[in-house]
């Protein structure tokens, strides 16, 4: 059937005026392994289409999902693991190869491992970088000790530790740990950024004891002290929390200095937990807490979900049945964000979810892990931004679609510049259309195809 590709946009003069809307929950897979917990994605097979990667904390599987660029990924046989209760998982290239290793924490029997990648999504080999991490949890990647190599982190949650592990950039890592903190009680996570801007890697750390937790931050020595050695700040960002979840630095507001954005699952320890941002005022960190309909806030990640130019904030939740499961707040500049727009109501325990553009069609969609229903979910963000000095409403239609030859555009005076796109993100066609002019798609090969609008407005399109 022909169909018309229609564009409404309401006109606000010199301003630009942006709708994101996702689609309905799409399910990869509705009977992963059980609980799945962790989730990372990036290039993993070769081709220009990122892949999804996750772990489950019951089921001790690492399971790898091949994007095929429509929307849909497809399930490859399982990774071959030894490690049990999976709490931390990351893709990253510890050996220089050029291409992205799994990086993982087995809580239950004290492992931090990595499996390489042989450029084809082969993980084949199980090297264990420590068996004594104890209680081993979260996880952080980064040059600690200035070397060019991706160093690792990690949160030894039963014996109270925070630990480092050198890389000499072939995968091969110091065989003991090198320490970041042994005071706090059950830290579970550790992020890490250059919070002082001297050139070096700072630790952000949390715990989640979910009674009297903290926030901390650890400094750096090694510009300009020549080692790598951690002190805790005199003050801590914040105490007296329920167990804080997720804990990163980001800049809020935009002034140059990160702050820090936490969440706060609180379970069994109050009525709700929270989403927090804490903002450095010279003497210690200034709290501000977000109305959020999520009782229960999970992973709070700072993403440009509608391509302003504007990282927004998305946040998803840790609680078990009804309710909201995924929110976004949209960022208008100077840290003023919109209240919460709901992305999905349609989970149980979605503690973890990644963000990336899966269909290459220029704006960041969602995977997400539902922990209590073993399901690993798709949301393909819908983003129109148009910005057109005029005060009236106007609509852009494309047709035919399907299409064999000829796509033709109407609703718009003047010009409009058209770039093609295939799914896998390679411009094939970009001209500027006078009004009542068609779009001759003929030398195109058969199969979908994203068109933009003066590099802004993208939809799609099926060339027969």
């Known amino acids: 059937m022909k169909l018309k590709l229609l564009f409404a946009f309401a006109m606000l003069s010199c301003f630009a005026f942006a709708q994101t809307t996702f689609l309905p929950k799409v399910g990869i897979n509705t009977s992963t392994g059980d609980a799945p917990y962790t989730i990372s994605s990036g290039l993993i097979d070769g081709d ?33 693991n030894t490690i049990s209760g999976i709490g931390g998982l990351m893709l990253v290239d510890l050996n220089a190869d050029g291409f992205l290793d799994i990086l993982a924490t087995a809580y239950n029997n004290d492992l931090l491992v990595w499996y390489p990648n042989d450029g084809l999504g082969s993980f084949m080999t199980e090297n264990i970088i420590s068996s004594s991490v104890d209680g081993a949890s979260g996880l952080a990647v980064g040059d600690i000790n200035n070397n060019t190599f991706p160093d690792i982190a990690v949160t030894a949650y039963d014996s109270d530790e925070v630990v480092w592990f050198s890389n000499n950039g072939t995968g091969t890592f110091t065989l003991e740990a090198n320490k970041i903190d042994d005071t706090l009680n059950a830290p579970g996570v550790v992020n890490m950024k250059d919070i002082d801007g ?55 507001d935009g002034d140059a200095n990160l702050d820090i954005l936490a969440t706060e699952v609180s379970y069994g320890g109050g009525p709700t937990g929270n989403m927090y941002w804490y903002e450095d005022n010279g003497s210690g960190f200034t709290e501000t807490t977000f109305t959020t309909s ?29 309710g909201n499961d995924i929110v976004w707040f949209k960022n208008n500049g100077a840290g003023v964000f919109d209240s919460e727009v ?25 995977a997400s892990c539902a922990y209590n229903d073993d399901d690993l979910n798709y949301f393909e963000n819908q983003k129109i931004v148009l910005s057109i000095p005029d005060a009236e409403l106007q609509t852009i239609s ?46 195109l090969a058969n199969g979908a195809y994203v068109v933009l609008i003066n590099n802004k407005v993208s939809s799609r399109f099926i060339k027969e």
């Open 342 to 366: 709901v992305i999905d109501a349609t989970q149980s325990q979605t503690f973890v979810y990644n963000i990336a553009d899966f269909d290459a069609d220029g704006d960041l969609d969602i």
């Open 398 to 443: 494309i047709y035919p679609n399907p299409t064999k030859d000829k796509l033709n555009f109407e609703g718009f005076n003047g010009s409009i510049d058209v770039t093609i796109h295939d799914l896998l993100g390679k411009q094939v066609l970009n001209t500027v259309l006078n009004a009542g002019k068609s779009l001759d798609v003929s030398h």
């Open 294 to 322: 999520i009782s229960n806030p999970s992973v709070a990640q700072f993403r440009d979900l509608d391509n302003d130019g504007l990282n927004d904030i998305i946040l998803s939740s840790g609680k078990s049945g009804a």
């Open 198 to 252: 001297d050139g070096d890697l700072d630790a952000l750390v949390a715990t989640a004891v979910y009674a009297g937790d903290v926030i901390e931050i650890f400094r750096n020595d090694l510009i300009p002290g020549g080692s790598v050695a951690f002190t805790k700040d005199v003050m801590s960002v914040t105490t007296g929390k329920v167990g804080v979840f997720n804990a990163a630095f980001v800049d809020l």
């Open 48 to 80: 220009a289409l990122p892949d999804i990667i996750i772990g489950t904390n019951l089921g001790n599987t690492l399971e790898w999902y091949k994007n095929n660029g429509d929307g849909t990924f497809t399930i490859q046989p399982l990774i071959t």
